[in-house]
């Protein structure tokens, strides 16, 4: 089997005193063995709730998985019981989260955090949980580990204190590990060493990663394959050359075209104009349609279906449609031109 | 550590000395004298009682000697009980008072802090209305409204325990149920807050995705970071049982401190106001003491700036 994680057709919806929120709408991924795959968006385009969907960690009360399958080795996981999900959490499936400052829990030591999962999932004695702990520290870069694993997180610095989330999720060799806006919430220039750090450790453990992100640059750095979502479906999805050098959907030439370039003496950075569709009352049609720049009437009424571009390259688009006017990419979003 | 108890316990010692002397002034304003009573007694007979007790000095001078005495140890004796040494009234009286409050103290936090939790798990559901309403009646609605008709319907009408008096356990029940009302009423509301706080942080998030059971990120990663403010409002909540066990131990006839501090008062029985401020004033410092040192210990950030101090 090559695909370790598979997602057909999800749709989750959020029951809000507004109504139902329909937050992520047909998303379909595939995660290879070993493999980066990133998923982009800006906020509010379902990519946080698809990955916390993975892991079943919304709130069980106001959401819903409405339809489709997850299945990690083959097994659905929207139909595990919470006590199966709870084996699978942390071991088999883990996640990093977006701000390392609230993320960890501030009345407890680095060490017991660490070493929670390991006692719960492998069970080891606590002197081989600790060494185990010890050496994860070391494995994320942290200097002086055997006294800084019985420390407080206030006692650590944002990037250190990351370096700490990123063991607990690796803790127990997890095969899939999600990363929610790992580096956001960072400086520029820890950011740089925490992605350096995760591509040297998914080498190190060959652990499959899926990267949430809006930060485009960062995909480049991390990612072989990426997925655009935007209002609750997956836009465009390719290898990450593709989407840079021949994105197809709109959408995508809009984030390219939005990204802060080096070789031009342009004082302004072009943004897309307009917002997200509101997900209470999603349109019917194309939901990038209201901001599209080249939507046509077909797109207002109709939801495109993804169309093939390569093999491994898939655009949801009516424009790709043979009886669609033909429409070059703006020249902002050219990457490969402006290299 | 050290280092920090050391200073506050110059602070108590500070504090200790501004209570005695306003306390006594103000004792000193009281209208009467502790011989008033007694009308069989001349003029002549209470000048003479009065001279001996260094009651006919002018109040500055007797101030001095009182603070005098009681750095020596000595609090003096009652005027009223055949010159009994204050000392050893407290601790006769002590017993009963001590034991209410303990018990009030400890049955109302655990059920407080079990109702606060179940609210806040089952936020939005009757479970969660039940516990809030309970702990705003319990908050607005003072213990002898409790202890009335506890006594009423426990201790009258279906006869199952004893409405008032002191002779075993049996007879701790309702006077230590009507003090705790307030103890569970407020410790509840103060846990469902904070716990519904906890409850939506990141880290919360953190410890689900480690494949933890419900229970243990409740119990492990919850109630720990949710007891903090908690905490601190047990200083001001036991402050509130001792003057609470006041109004209690009357209703009960409990033969306690508070009963015999207000006799005393009535009596201008100086030396036993005296005594029974100044021992009230030193529990709740040292409440107060022991909550800030609690506090470190559950929060180590709180631990770690104290070390530095």
């Not at chain 1, 307009?274 to 077909?298: E, I, S």
């Not at chain 2, 003072?142 to 002191?166: E, I, N, R």
């Not at chain 2, 949710?226 to 601190?232: R, S």
Request: with cysteine; charged share 20%; aromatic share 8%.
């Amino acid at each position: 089997m090559k695909n370790i994680l598979e997602l057909n057709n999800v749709n989750v919806s959020f029951h809000t005193f507004a109504g139902e929120v329909k937050a992520v709408r047909g998303v379909s991924l595939h995660l290879e063995k070993g493999e980066s795959l990133a998923i982009v968006g800006e906020s509010g385009s379902g990519k946080s709730v698809t990955s916390k969907t993975i892991m079943r960690l919304l709130p069980e009360k106001t959401s819903e998985i409405k339809e489709g399958e997850i299945l990690f080795e083959g097994r659905d996981l929207t139909k595990l019981s919470n006590r199966e999900m709870e084996k699978i959490r942390g071991s088999e499936i883990s996640m990093i989260f977006q701000d390392p400052m609230t993320s960890l829990n501030p009345t407890m030591t680095v060490g017991k955090q660490i070493m929670e999962g390991l006692r719960k999932h492998q069970n080891l004695s606590k002197n081989e949980a600790k060494e185990r702990a010890i050496n994860l520290l070391k494995l994320v870069g942290i200097p002086n580990p055997e006294i800084r694993i019985g420390e407080y997180p206030h006692q650590f610095s944002g990037g250190m204190r990351q370096r700490v989330v990123i063991a607990i999720a690796l803790a127990c060799n997890p095969k899939v590990l999600i990363a929610d806006e790992p580096t956001t919430a960072l400086d520029v220039t820890i950011q740089a060493q925490i992605l350096d750090l995760m591509r040297d450790l998914q080498q190190k453990t060959g652990t499959a990663i899926i990267l949430i992100t809006h930060d485009l640059g960062v995909v480049a750095n991390l990612s072989q394959r990426v997925a655009v979502m935007y209002g609750g479906t997956i836009v465009e999805t390719g290898t990450t050359d593709e989407v840079f050098y021949n994105p197809k959907h709109p959408y995508t030439w809009g984030l390219l075209s939005s990204m802060p370039k080096l070789n031009t003496n342009d004082k302004e950075l072009l943004a897309i104009p307009g917002t997200p569709p509101n997900l209470l009352n999603p349109p019917k049609g194309c939901p990038f349609a209201a901001r599209c720049p080249y939507a046509m009437q077909v797109c207002v009424d109709h939801m495109p279906d993804a169309s093939d571009v390569t093999s491994t390259h898939k655009a949801a688009c009516w424009l790709l449609d043979e009886r669609a006017p033909k429409v070059e990419p703006p020249e902002a979003a050219l990457v490969g031109g402006a290299r | 550590m050290v280092r920090f108890v050391l200073k506050r316990m110059l602070y108590m010692l500070i504090t200790l000395f501004i209570i005695t002397s306003f306390t006594f002034f103000l004792m000193k304003l009281l209208p009467g004298s502790p011989f008033n009573n007694e009308e069989k007694l001349t003029d002549a007979q209470k000048f003479i009682l009065n001279e001996k007790y260094g009651l006919n000095d002018p109040v500055p001078v007797q101030y001095f000697n009182y603070m005098g005495n009681l750095l020596k140890g000595d609090m003096g004796v009652s005027f009223q009980y055949d010159n009994r040494p204050v000392s050893t009234m407290i601790a006769e009286r002590i017993g009963p008072s001590a034991v209410l409050g303990i018990e009030a103290t400890i049955f109302g936090t655990i059920i407080g802090l079990i109702l606060g939790i179940v609210a806040a798990l089952r936020h939005n559901t009757a479970a969660d209305y039940v516990s809030s309403l309970f702990a705003v009646l319990g908050i607005s609605i003072p213990s002898f409204v409790f202890a009335g008709l506890l006594q009423y319907y426990v201790g009258v009408k279906l006869d199952w325990l004893p409405v008032a008096l002191w002779d075993g356990p049996k007879y701790h029940v309702l006077p230590a149920l009507s003090l705790s009302v307030f103890v569970i009423a407020t410790v509840a509301r103060f846990m469902r807050t904070e716990m519904l706080e906890v409850l939506g942080q990141d880290y919360i998030t953190t410890a689900k995705s480690k494949g933890l059971s419900k229970l243990v990120v409740i119990y492990k990663h919850s109630v720990r970071n949710a007891l903090i403010p908690v905490v601190t409002i047990l200083g001001p909540l036991a402050i509130n049982l001792i003057t609470g066990t006041l109004i209690i131990e009357k209703i009960f006839a409990v033969p306690g401190l508070g009963y015999q501090f207000v006799g005393s008062i009535t009596l201008n029985d100086y030396p036993v106001i005296m005594a029974t401020t100044i021992f009230y004033s030193v529990c709740f410092i040292v409440v107060i003491l022991i909550v800030d040192i609690l506090y470190g210990i559950i929060d180590p950030r709180i631990r770690v700036a104290g070390g530095k101090g």
